[in-house]
């Protein structure tokens, strides 16, 4: 939110400068962010001087050329070359001295400088009203009134406003802040807590009167529920113009673009008072009528955007006898607004629901000043001022008089919140005891009032337009704010409990296995649980029943919950690789979100992302891709980890995969992984390998709790390696000859591993060579090559008989 420092000053009269004001916003609450000069001619017209024309002469050179000389006020005339048409003798003019910056109509910025123009030295330019940015013309420079001093400044002669501009990040509970005059408003309490009394100066509309009663428009609230207020009245014979330079600035300082006087007073009072304003032309009022409710479903309605949308029945909608003119509180009709021909206006002032206006605003992809402000909260009890404001100020820049009386449908008054708060709760919450005078004085410049004081608090009454201050809390959060917690004093004493958390709690496991990830070369990526509906037609696991839909999406990408972590994952794989980021490792603990028959489960997931080469390119290592083995390894190395050892590996089911396992414990899935589909990677412009893992986090957890680990002494006695070389058929797994040599010997045989694959070159046709390593060991006894030797020749005789193994 931007705040002009010269309006702020139409309210309070201070002497403080932008930068300690804007330490006490910040102070108060409303953080400053940024502080942004803004000037009416930008550069403010510094290095332009008056000149007057000593001579001028024809350019031998060039035809529209002349060459001048030019009092400045300096000791010698300069010459400056011109290519104006009506440039002569005698003329006062704004002469841009050498190292003057001027800027274009797009703001570039561009230095004059000493130069030669067809053999002519020039020393300056002579300058148009739009080279200044005084103006738009540009047939010819400027000439200044005949008694204009030579030599003086041109930013003495012309009204620049200069200004300071503050860029607030304000919350969305400070609705109250939403303009100058409640910016203000807390600026003068934090001023008063410093002991600086200063009056809050609020513009009058004591002028304000009805000057006819010629043009009546009735009004109907017949959605009161939806508008608690209303009002209306209605002005005649103005004239649609451009607005006065002051108010142009004032609007140009907060960054808005004038339009006309008519639009431009309205937003005026909006950023002046946090009043939103909506005029209305009156002649485009059928039956003089203007009826608040809602319209039918699927009712065609065209904004001031030029856009046709198509209303909800829940929108709520200013109406005339016979049509929709607005979408209440949002944004205007085309149809129904202030043209250069509007002569008549009807002005709305209102307090609509401020969840109504939210959730329309939000359905129909809005995001306006007015909507800005209502959906937070505005004061219901300046509707009918702002009202009077706008209405004079109209008639001030646009002229016209009144003609009707203000219409106010305000049936159930909003009432202001009663609050009752404990001396003892305050100081308990702020840690510190501030004294019960400070504490009134400041709830008394906040305009909260004491309604009754007693020994243990106080009785209080908090205005209507406070909607964010409602509970004792809140009202001692306003005092600390305004008390200023640089104020409160840091104890010495720290004070800590101790919890009693079990190591198998859900973040300790994720810090576990994301450290161990993270030192493999992983990144941690956090992805959006909204996605895109048509990620479900890649998979056909995916069911679109299945989807929790979101009732106001931010877009149409963005409007379910996700199924999966897969797509997400590789919308970052594709961002990356977009970007020539090709060597990727990620992992991401998200949730996945499913409407079983309208029971709405989520679980818990770890993925994990591989493609490319494993490491990064260097001198010292040979690149190598990650392949199925690497996740695999990735996998296992992370389950070992969390104490996760026994477990089966099956194929897999997800259709993702191309090729792909699954680890398990009895019924429980632990992880699917493997190759991602070719068709769905193209669908995310991927051209290379990915390699995805999917964890089921609670099954992980669960398994990891009932794992217990068990410490056992380091052997005393050495282990036996036994190597075989076995010829088999291709169908045959290592797996098998893993469960066939631990049934074979149950006692000495310690670990089975594969070492060597070879297929092809003298081998015979649907035949592959394993190498398999046996290591053996006894823990209370050295072995001998007897006992081993037994051992590995009933493992070749197992291998024969049940595997057709072979040695080679």
């Not at 300690?20 to 962010?33: A, F, I, K, M």
């Not at 197992?798 to 193994?805: C, M, P, R, T, V």
């Amino acid at each position: 939110m931007k705040i002009s420092y010269n309006w702020i000053k139409q309210f309070i009269k201070t002497d403080w400068t932008p930068e300690q004001t804007s330490e006490l916003l910040t102070d108060l609450g409303l953080e400053v962010e940024g502080l942004e000069t803004y000037q009416s001619i930008k550069g403010g017209l510094q290095g332009v001087v008056v000149g007057e024309v000593l001579t001028c002469e024809q350019h031998s050179n060039a035809d529209k050329l002349k060459v001048t000389t030019v009092n400045i006020g300096a000791n010698i005339p300069v010459q400056i070359v011109c290519g104006a048409p009506n440039v002569a003798v005698g003329q006062k003019v704004p002469v841009a001295t050498i190292g003057t910056t001027l800027y274009t109509e797009e703001g570039e910025a561009w230095t004059i400088k000493k130069g030669k123009i067809r053999g002519e030295e020039s020393f300056g330019m002579i300058c148009a009203e739009d080279e200044l940015g005084l103006g738009k013309s540009h047939d010819g420079i400027m000439v200044l009134p005949e008694d204009t001093v030579v030599g003086s400044a041109c930013a003495d002669l012309f009204n620049i406003e200069n200004d300071q501009v503050f860029e607030i990040g304000l919350t969305p509970n400070r609705a109250d802040a939403m303009s100058h005059f409640g910016t203000a408003r807390d600026l003068k309490a934090g001023l008063q807590h410093k002991d600086i009394n200063i009056e809050l100066i609020t513009p009058s509309v004591s002028a304000f009167h009805v000057d006819s009663r010629s043009l009546k428009v009735d009004v109907e609230v017949i959605d009161k529920e939806l508008a608690p207020r209303y009002c209306g009245v209605t002005i005649s014979g103005v004239k649609v113009a451009e607005s006065p330079a002051w108010m142009q600035h004032r609007l140009k300082a907060i960054g808005l673009t004038p339009i006309n006087n008519i639009v431009d007073a309205t937003n005026y009072v909006l950023h002046e008072l946090g009043q939103p304003l909506h005029a209305f032309d009156a002649n485009k009022i059928t039956g003089n009528k203007i009826e608040v409710k809602t319209v039918a479903k699927g009712t065609k309605f065209t904004t001031l955007d030029g856009v046709e949308r198509e209303l909800h029945e829940d929108d709520l909608m200013i109406c005339d006898t016979k049509k929709p003119l607005c979408i209440a509180g949002v944004f205007g009709g085309l149809d129904s607004g202030v043209s250069e021909n509007t002569t008549n206006i009807f002005l709305e002032s209102a307090y609509f629901n401020p969840v109504s206006v939210r959730k329309t605003a939000k359905r129909h992809a809005l995001n306006t000043d007015a909507s800005f402000r209502f959906e937070r909260g505005i004061d219901p009890n300046i509707t009918e001022y702002a009202l009077k404001r706008a209405a004079l100020l109209i008639k001030e820049v646009a002229g016209g008089e009144i003609t009707s009386d203000v219409s106010d449908a305000y049936p159930t008054k909003i009432e202001d919140f009663q609050v009752h708060i404990t001396f003892d709760k305050v100081t308990k919450l702020i840690g510190q005891e501030i004294p019960k005078e400070t504490i009134k004085d400041i709830l008394s410049s906040l305009e909260i009032k004491v309604k009754n004081v007693t020994e243990t608090g106080l009785g209080l009454t908090i205005p209507a337009y406070r909607n964010d201050v409602q509970r004792e809390a809140d009202v001692i959060e306003e005092i600390l704010r305004v008390y200023g917690y640089n104020n409160i004093k840091t104890t010495t004493k720290l004070n800590a409990s101790i919890s009693n958390a079990s190591k198998f709690d859900d973040h300790k496991l994720q810090n576990v296995v994301g450290n161990q990830l993270a030192s493999q070369g992983f990144y941690e990526i956090m992805a959006n649980s909204l996605t895109n509906p048509n990620y479900i037609t890649l998979s056909e696991q995916l069911k679109e029943e299945h989807n929790i839909t979101m009732l106001n999406p931010l877009s149409n990408d963005l409007s379910v919950m996700r199924q999966s972590l897969l797509f997400s994952g590789l919308e970052a794989v594709s961002y990356n690789i977009n970007r020539r980021r090709n060597d990727l490792k990620f992992f991401e603990f998200g949730k996945t979100y499913h409407d079983y028959n309208s029971e709405r489960e989520e679980y818990k997931h770890l993925t994990l992302f591989v493609t490319g080469n494993k490491t990064q390119e260097s001198w010292t290592a040979v690149q190598e891709k990650g392949d199925f083995f690497y996740l695999k390894g990735t996998i296992e190395a992370a389950l070992e980890r969390l104490g996760v050892s026994r477990f089966k590996s099956t194929a897999t089911k997800n259709d993702v995969f191309s090729e792909g396992m699954q680890y398990r414990q009895g019924k429980t899935v632990l992880v699917d992984f493997g190759i991602v589909k070719t068709k769905i990677t193209k669908h995310f412009g991927i051209n290379q390998v990915v390699l995805y893992a999917d964890f089921n986090w609670d099954n992980i957890i669960e398994v990891a709790k009932r794992n217990n680990i068990k410490f056992t002494a380091i052997p005393k006695y050495p282990e036996v390696r036994r190597d075989f070389a076995l010829l088999l058929d291709e169908k045959v797994k290592f797996e098998d000859i893993s469960t066939i040599a631990k049934q074979t010997e149950k006692q000495l045989l310690k670990n089975v591993s594969l070492f060597d694959v070879y297929q092809g070159k003298n081998l015979p046709n649907g035949k592959k060579s394993y190498a398999v390593s046996f290591m053996f060991q006894d823990e209370h006894k050295t072995l001998t090559d007897k006992i081993v030797d037994k051992i590995m020749n009933k493992l070749q005789h197992n291998f024969e008989s049940k595997l057709g193994a072979e040695l080679r």
